[in-house]
């Protein structure tokens, strides 16, 4: 009978008559291998040469199944086949990335002939490993409007990559409006970093203006991108319909007394400015918060009763003692404009762009960063003619100005090109020259208004500066023709600002309510109007007390 000798070595008679393959799996060595990621398997035999081998998979301990992998497909059902050249061959398993928790083990046998053959080879078992997804903050189920929510993202086996989020509605209707920050927040999603399988992105609620009621969502981590694979969900936050529609229709006082009355008011980028009639104040504390401002510096001589001041991105122009003085800390500190414009400057305004300058017989100087101005002609070569700039403001694309003759009114796109509008003038509105205009644009209702010094509670309004209607909706609200000395749009309304600290608020320029807050607020009644700005957060009012004292007061 043949005597085997060694591995493949048979001999018979004396004479070695043939010689047995051998088959072995070199790799792979690891025996835990992550989801999702390509075991690669190694194959040497002896006395093979070139030929087709076949793999199946077997389970070793839990439910090993087609599902655990993505390649090849149905790796366990059908396994494959292993192309064997010059007594070496490989193949490949991936780990299917699922969701499912599982513990699992398997081993690969390798067979000839087919894959229900002899086994002839048998690897290492093969552990796998879950990747797991976490929000582990925040814990916080309401928030407030305004609040900025932090969400901690916490991983196992995925080391360090990119997840990205995406906001999903529960309640009510969540769009990009409802976040400040990231922008587009809610149709465009986000990236978070993961690093040693740890990261975190927040997002900041949009304290607006609009009554919403309460609205809830939760953000979903994804794979790959914005639009692939959940692989986990955060917690529902509720959003409470916590701030307030800036109505006008309560105030409070931020600052004490002034010992002169109140002309002018602007917030820079970093601090509010009141400018009254001899002194320019300046506090950096927010109007907004709810604790009021004590603090006040000095900073310019006032503009007297004729005082004005403009905020470009980060550019503040106001007058100083009948100087155009530039900031670009925020008011902290002013400079002369060497070059101003060539005219009495009574009306300032800024597109967003451009500054524009109107004053005395129709001109109009255009300046990008207050200091180098272009005189324009485009004005007064209109109808409009050598009319003193009464009002100019800049609103729904446009600047609009107006005049001091039967109500003039003309508008531009860029300070430069004016196009005369007789629709004010012959709404009812202008039938008298005037004196004072208080004008305003509300960005929410798309809406300009007017009052007129000369027409005692009359107000024009129109949504493109051409069509105006006319009513005297003002007077009724107050009980008396009284004067408009500042007209100002929020967001959700309009505001008229009376002298003897009357008040009245409209949605639609010809309807209006009148309300008492300005008139009986805690530091006495306001008796003569100053001005009034909308700052995206706030309307603030820096008015005069007594006819010799002033100061300034948010809503809400």
Not at 209 to 219: A, K, L, N
Not at 538 to 554: D, F, I, K, P
């Amino acid at each position: 009978m043949p005597l085997v000798i060694g591995p493949g070595i048979v001999v018979r008679g004396g004479i070695t008559v043939s010689s047995e393959p051998t088959y072995t799996f070199t790799a792979p060595a690891t025996s835990t291998v992550v989801e999702g990621n390509t075991i690669t398997y190694s194959i040497t035999t002896t006395d093979v040469g070139s030929a087709t081998l076949y793999f199946t998979i077997e389970a070793v301990s839990g439910t090993v199944n087609n599902a655990d992998f993505s390649s090849p497909v149905n790796a366990v059902s059908a396994g494959g086949a292993v192309s064997i050249t010059n007594n070496a061959g490989t193949f490949t398993l991936t780990l299917a990335d699922d969701l499912t928790s599982e513990t699992e083990s398997f081993l690969v046998r390798l067979r000839t002939g087919s894959t229900s053959g002899p086994i002839v080879a048998t690897s290492n078992t093969i552990t796998t490993a879950d990747i797991t997804y976490a929000f582990s903050a925040p814990a916080t189920a309401t928030v407030n409007e305004g609040s900025t929510i932090n969400y901690t993202v916490s991983t196992t086996n995925f080391g360090s990559g990119t997840l990205y989020f995406t906001i999903e509605g529960v309640s009510g209707t969540i769009n990009n409006a409802d976040f400040s920050s990231p922008a587009n927040a809610v149709s465009a999603g986000g990236e978070v970093t993961i690093t040693s399988n740890s990261g975190s992105f927040s997002l900041t609620i949009s304290n607006d203006v609009t009554t919403e009621g309460t609205e809830s969502y939760r953000v979903n981590l994804r794979k790959t991108s914005t639009s692939g694979t959940i692989v986990a969900t955060s917690n529902t936050t509720t959003i409470s319909d916590s701030s307030k529609p800036f109505d006008g229709g309560s105030w409070r006082t931020t600052s004490n007394i002034f010992d002169e009355p109140g002309q002018t008011v602007v917030q820079t980028q970093n601090a509010v400015i009141v400018g009254g009639t001899f002194f320019y104040r300046r506090s950096t504390v927010a109007p907004t918060t709810l604790t009021p401002i004590g603090t006040w510096s000095k900073v310019a001589n006032g503009g007297g009763q004729t005082a004005f001041s403009a905020q470009g991105d980060s550019v503040t122009l106001l007058q100083d003692g009948g100087n155009l003085k530039r900031s670009t800390d925020g008011g902290a500190t002013f400079t002369t404009v060497a070059s101003p414009p060539a005219f009495q400057i009574i009306q300032l305004a800024w597109s967003g762009s451009i500054f524009c300058a109107g004053g005395s017989n129709g001109n109009i100087a255009t300046s990008s960063d207050g200091i180098t101005w272009t005189l324009r002609t485009g004005l007064k070569s209109t109808t409009f003619g050598t009319q003193t700039v009464l009002c100019l403001a800049f609103g729904g694309g446009q600047f609009l100005a107006i005049g001091n003759s039967s109500a003039g009114c003309a508008t531009s796109p860029d300070g430069i090109t004016w196009t005369y509008r007789a629709g004010l003038s012959t709404s009812g509105f202008g039938n008298s020259p005037g004196s004072r205009y208080a004008l305003g644009y509300s960005t929410g209702l798309g809406l300009w208004a007017v009052g007129s010094g000369t027409n005692p509670g009359g107000v024009a309004y129109s949504s493109d500066g051409i069509t105006w209607g006319y009513g005297t909706g003002l007077a009724t609200a107050w009980g008396l023709s009284r004067t408009a000395l500042t007209m100002v749009g929020t967001s959700s309304h309009l505001l008229a600002f009376g002298d003897q600290g009357f008040l009245a608020r409209s949605t639609n320029g010809s309807t209006w309510t009148n309300l008492m807050g300005i008139r009986n607020s805690s530091s006495g009644t306001f008796v003569s109007g100053g001005q009034a700005i909308f700052t995206g957060s706030a309307t603030l009012y820096a008015g005069n007390y007594g006819g010799s004292s002033g100061g300034l007061l948010v809503s809400p």
